[in-house]
């Protein structure tokens, strides 16, 4: 498959070396080295996907572009708009030219994420009461400083798009609708600590933040018979993952643990995900358009103005 990667910056220029001799070309108006300023400017027979890695503002029309002319599509997350109309709009396209649409969500693929997905689908945890996520990073400063992203949101649609993610992946879609709990603005112009949760069963509390020094991820989940604990990220390793069965009426639970110290796998197994789909041409444009619609929910609700279209 011949790739073209859009947009060289941080997560750009890392597709670009996970996808190797597959890619041809790439686009972005100022880096460095890139081979075309413009994704118009590459000749539509050079290529047959694009790694559309650019700021949430210039992704629409691009990815509009693209699957018009019939190319296979990876964007980063989160793909944003003022309504679902626009991303209602790309799904008409995917599906009409059988074209692959994903947004990419590479936490998903983290081991002991899927992990996590294999202890749950095998119903041993029983009924799921409760989850909790943390996560949290200290990049305030460098998000700040950047010409775009301070901005909106904030930290809420850069890792709380994962959180989402990762509500549909393990539980599946929410009945009830988001409640916030804190949204705070301690050092940036936009959300640089954010914690909302949905209730009903199992309730979800998940927390962001860009002002934790030392990089953290943590995940509890309570259940009637047991619980599941994941402490930290391979891409800041170790992981560990911890498996109690609950012991009746009480005492201390047995424990399953497994520490894991690798370099960070989601990038790679994530783009040899995309190139299966693209021989079945597939889209989940339906969790973009249920995640943008928590984003669009969670900013009336805080009287915050719509994102530029």
Request: proline letters at 7%; a neutral charge.
């Amino acid at each position: 498959m011949r790739v073209v990667v859009v947009g060289l910056g941080i997560q750009g220029r890392k597709r670009l070396a996970v996808a190797g001799p597959e890619a041809v070309a790439t686009v972005d108006p100022v880096a460095p080295g890139a081979t075309y300023q413009a994704i118009e400017q590459v000749p539509l027979d050079s290529y047959d996907a694009a790694l559309v890695c650019t700021p949430d503002q210039a992704k629409l029309p691009i990815l509009e572009y693209l699957l018009t002319h019939r190319k296979h599509l990876l964007v980063e997350k989160p793909v944003i708009a003022p309504t679902n109309e626009p991303l209602e709009r790309l799904k008409v396209l995917a599906e009409k030219n059988r074209t692959v649409c994903y947004t990419a969500y590479n936490h998903r693929f983290e081991p002991h994420i899927m992990r996590l997905k294999q202890v749950l689908d095998s119903g041993v945890l029983g009924q799921v009461y409760r989850a909790k996520f943390f996560y949290g990073n200290g990049t305030a400063r460098d998000v700040r400083n950047s010409v775009w992203r301070d901005q909106d949101l904030g930290v809420f649609p850069d890792l709380g798009s994962h959180l989402l993610d990762w509500t549909l992946f393990l539980f599946g879609q929410p009945t009830e609708p988001p409640v916030v709990s804190a949204a705070d603005r301690f050092e940036n112009r936009a959300f640089d600590h954010f914690r909302f949760g949905f209730a009903g069963r199992p309730a979800l509390d998940f927390e962001m933040t860009l002002l934790s020094w030392r990089n953290t991820f943590r995940c509890d989940v309570f259940a009637e018979k047991g619980s599941v604990h994941i402490d930290c990220l391979c891409k800041w390793g170790p992981s560990i993952f911890t498996q109690r069965t609950r012991v009746l009426p009480s005492g201390r639970p047995t424990e399953v643990t497994e520490r894991l110290e690798c370099a960070d796998p989601t990038w790679v197994t994530e783009y040899a995900h995309f190139k299966q789909l693209c021989a079945q041409p597939a889209h989940n444009l339906d969790h973009d358009i249920w995640i943008n619609g928590i984003f669009n929910r969670v900013r009336r609700d805080l009287g915050l103005p719509a994102p530029q279209a």
